[in-house]
């Protein structure tokens, strides 16, 4: 969710970055070495369960996509040319950017299949959960090497537009070992869990 503490930072000393529209708490746009990079795809949405909420109700899941997703963390002596939500510098990245355009509709068909995924701490040691772009009946199939693993955390949503909040926190590729993984969990029950038992998780 691009708002709260959010701050884009301009000048020459942090590579150009300037901050050129800001709409109700959603940055669309920024600029990067004179360069603008539209932003809107970032902006949460709404994915529907039908009959998986209370008493049979619809489960409405929010989906928040950080600026983690189209950053990455700063060298030692590196310039930083934006902040994250939290005030942290980071760093621009083209990979992450080109990726974050395919995010909305990964996590859609995440919830909406009921992928399967785990708990892992991403590279800031931050206890997530992971989850890849594969479908319940290919997750036999993959093979050890680089995926693009995608980190994401669930909140009790306050009831209005959602139930529960899904925050994506962070995409990159990384090497993965499957025979590490001892268990896995299904968005469907996460979720559930989640609603149900008004908790964040993991």
């Known amino acids: 969710m691009l708002c709260g503490r959010l701050v884009i930072i301009g000048g020459s000393s942090l590579q150009g970055s300037t901050l050129k529209s800001y709409r109700c708490g959603i940055l669309e746009e920024i600029e990067i070495e004179g360069v603008l990079r539209d932003l809107k795809h970032l902006e949460s949405f709404i994915v529907t369960l039908a009959g998986k909420g209370k008493e049979g109700a619809?489960?409405?899941?929010?989906v928040h996509?950080?600026?983690?997703?189209i950053s990455r963390a700063c060298q030692p002596g590196e310039a930083t040319?934006?902040?994250?939500e939290n005030g942290q510098p980071?760093?621009?990245?083209?990979?992450?950017?080109?990726?974050s355009f395919?995010?909305?509709?990964?996590?859609?068909?995440?919830?909406?299949q009921k992928y399967f995924c785990w708990e892992s701490s991403d590279r800031n040691r931050a206890m997530n959960y992971a989850v890849l772009d594969a479908a319940p009946g290919?997750?036999?199939?993959?093979?050890d090497g680089e995926h693009q693993v995608i980190y994401f955390y669930l909140y009790p949503s306050d009831g209005q537009r959602a139930d529960v909040d899904l925050y994506v926190t962070s995409c990159y590729m990384r090497y993965l070992k499957f025979d590490r993984i001892k268990r896995r969990f299904d968005t469907?029950?996460?979720?559930?869990?989640c609603h149900f038992e008004n908790k964040r998780l993991p």
């Open 188 to 193: 469907h029950m996460l979720l559930r869990k």
């Open 138 to 143: 290919r997750v036999r199939q993959l093979q």
């Open 81 to 84: 040319n934006l902040y994250d």
């Open 102 to 112: 395919g995010l909305k509709d990964i996590v859609t068909r995440m919830v909406e």
């Open 90 to 99: 980071r760093v621009f990245c083209e990979d992450r950017y080109a990726f």
């Open 58 to 62: 619809d489960l409405r899941v929010a």
């Open 65 to 69: 996509l950080g600026l983690h997703t």
